[in-house]
RNA sequence: GGCCCGUUCGUCUAGUGGCCUAGGACACCGCCCUCUCAAGGCGGAGAUCAGCGGUUCGAAUCCGCUACGGGCUACCA
């Protein structure tokens, strides 16, 4: 049987980190067996439909390069992929189980659903559907509709035990008696995601079911309303939940709400994608960092943890960084470029190989760059060492001065200011600082010499000039 | 309340009865390298494997109970 999986977001928002890592984990399998990864829109939710949400889903998913097979925007053969657009197969099937006897319709109003509810909660029980319509014969139902009102039509939750067999947590076997008659059929005609899905999951030939945990509870209606179809379920694959830092499931509260903010906050798809893959995975081998190439080789079902995982930012800082690291650098310049509009192609390109080891988010860029672009204003402290004074200071910045005037400023200087620190008295490290803060403003910044000869002589003479001035006049004011 | 699920260093994890006086990574600390910051190298600290009781010659690994955490308990997904 063909391995296919599918992703079945609501759009009804961004797409989370979490769901995120579901994506990515049912990318990976099918990619791993040669399967189809499908894209279904799961609108069946009226109130609650976001239009923008649909197209910020897919650009999240696009970025993290994971792609589908069929969707909502190619097709496929499986289709129409929004839920809204299959509302005549759910009827048909609803309209099967009735004739089965494995679903009633339901006039109960939501305040009786409420107050049922409440005195159940009240009495410690458990609050559950209390079949009140279960018995309605035909003709009932035929006077009732006709008179205007409008059923939900719920599933007949028989006697007996389900057991749900998962891959990642084995067998979960629960009593049917603690499973409601769910609504398959809402009054305004659209299914409930346990119908939709389960008739879905079914016409789209899904062989594996990987989606997140917080459906484990609700698997055992799921398996129910598969035997009542006489079809045979899927695998069932339930993730570990993402935690935030608290410890609680991770959500907009943590900060991002939606993967989309990552790109914002200077991280690489391929760093995001890799440090997902290990929120709940790990290969075994004590390798880490993978490319999505190497995830698809090295992934595998069972080797999926099952507790939850802390979504640590710092973990991904560092896998960020060592993406970075591992890209070409002329690649590294181009995913650069959006964060440093300032700077030209031309002196990226030149610029790049100075800070790619130096950051691990490319937001951090700027900080280390716009002294190419931004004469320093004011100059901060370390301008002059500790150890040193004012005048002296000056002295060597004027030695400075006049030896950039005519040699070469690039890293050949190097000897020539050890040389020049060593007549003033001072440490190499002293001046190299003093020199790098007159010609960034920085005392943070890439290496000196290159970045000098990034400058040019020209302007590093206007800026050792203003320099000067700027610490006589700080001198004179005092 | 009920039903399910889970519990190895702060975090991600390795571990499927003896190789574990529990290994790696991130973060942290120290040293080396070094013109700053990084990167890199070396080292350190950090987990009585939630607790208790069983099974076994032997348990992080199997079983039970307890505690704690989480999910679900909608005409939301």
């Known amino acids: 049987m063909p391995v296919r999986v599918r992703f079945a977001p ?48 897919l650009s999240g998913i696009r970025w993290l390069g994971l792609g589908w097979d069929e969707g909502p925007d190619i097709g496929g053969d499986f289709g129409p992929y929004f839920q809204s657009d299959r509302l005549d197969l759910y009827h048909e099937m609803v309209q099967r189980l009735i004739d089965a006897g494995d679903a009633y319709p339901c006039f109960c109003t939501p305040q009786r659903l409420e107050e049922l509810r409440e005195a159940q909660r ?36 028989p006697e007996g035990k389900t057991v749900v067999h998962d891959l990642v947590r084995g067998d979960s076997t629960f009593d049917n008696s603690s499973q409601d008659d ?30 997140g945990d917080e459906w484990l509870a609700s698997s ?9 179809f006489g079809w045979d379920p899927p695998i069932f694959v339930h993730l570990p939940v993402v935690l935030g830092p608290d410890k609680t499931k991770l959500s907009k509260r943590h900060g991002a709400a939606s993967v989309l903010e990552f790109r914002e906050m200077g991280y690489l798809p391929e760093a995001m994608v890799n440090f997902l893959a290990f929120l709940g995975w790990s290969p075994g081998t004590g390798e880490e960092h993978f490319s999505l190439e190497q995830l698809v080789a090295a992934f595998e ?12 930012q710092a973990k991904l800082d560092s896998v960020n960084g060592l993406h970075i690291r591992a890209l070409p650098v002329d690649e590294f310049a181009a995913r650069l470029a959006p964060y440093v509009p300032e700077l ?128 006589i006049r700080g001198n004179s004011s005092q």
């Open 10 to 57: 609501s759009p009804t928002g961004a797409l989370h980190p979490g769901s995120a890592r579901t994506v990515l984990f049912n990318y990976l399998y099918a990619r791993k067996n040669a399967g189809s990864f499908i894209l279904r829109i799961e609108d069946t939710d009226q109130s609650r439909y976001d239009p923008t949400s649909l197209e910020s889903i």
């Open 220 to 228: 055992p209606k799921h398996v129910i309303l598969y035997g009542m």
């Open 122 to 157: 009240k009495a410690g029980l458990p609050t559950r559907y209390d079949r009140h319509c279960i018995d309605l014969t035909d003709a009932e139902v035929k006077t009732r509709v006709e008179a205007g009102e409008i059923p939900v039509i719920r599933m007949k939750v």
């Open 301 to 312: 079902l069972e080797k999926i943890q099952d507790s939850p995982a802390v979504f640590d």
């Open 344 to 471: 030209s192609r031309q002196l990226l390109a030149v610029a790049a190989p100075l800070i790619q080891e130096r950051i691990q988010r490319l937001t951090e860029a700027p900080a280390l760059l716009n002294f190419l672009v931004h004469r320093p204003e004011e100059l901060p402290p370390e301008i002059v060492p500790k150890k040193q004074d004012l005048a002296s200071t000056v002295a060597v910045l004027q030695d400075l001065r006049h030896l950039f005037e005519t040699a070469q400023v690039d890293e050949s200087l190097e000897p020539t200011l050890r040389e020049l620190a060593e007549t003033r008295g001072w440490k190499a490290g002293e001046l190299f600082m003093t020199l790098r803060v007159a010609l960034t403003g920085s005392p943070v910044t890439p290496p000196l010499l290159p970045s000098a000869k990034l400058l040019g002589r020209t302007e590093c003479l206007v800026r050792l000039d203003h320099a000067i001035g700027g610490l």
């Open 182 to 211: 769910q609504v398959l059929l809402k009054s305004d005609g659209f299914p409930t995601y346990h119908l939709a899905s389960v008739v879905d999951d079914h016409e789209m030939r899904i062989s594996h079911v990987i989606r």
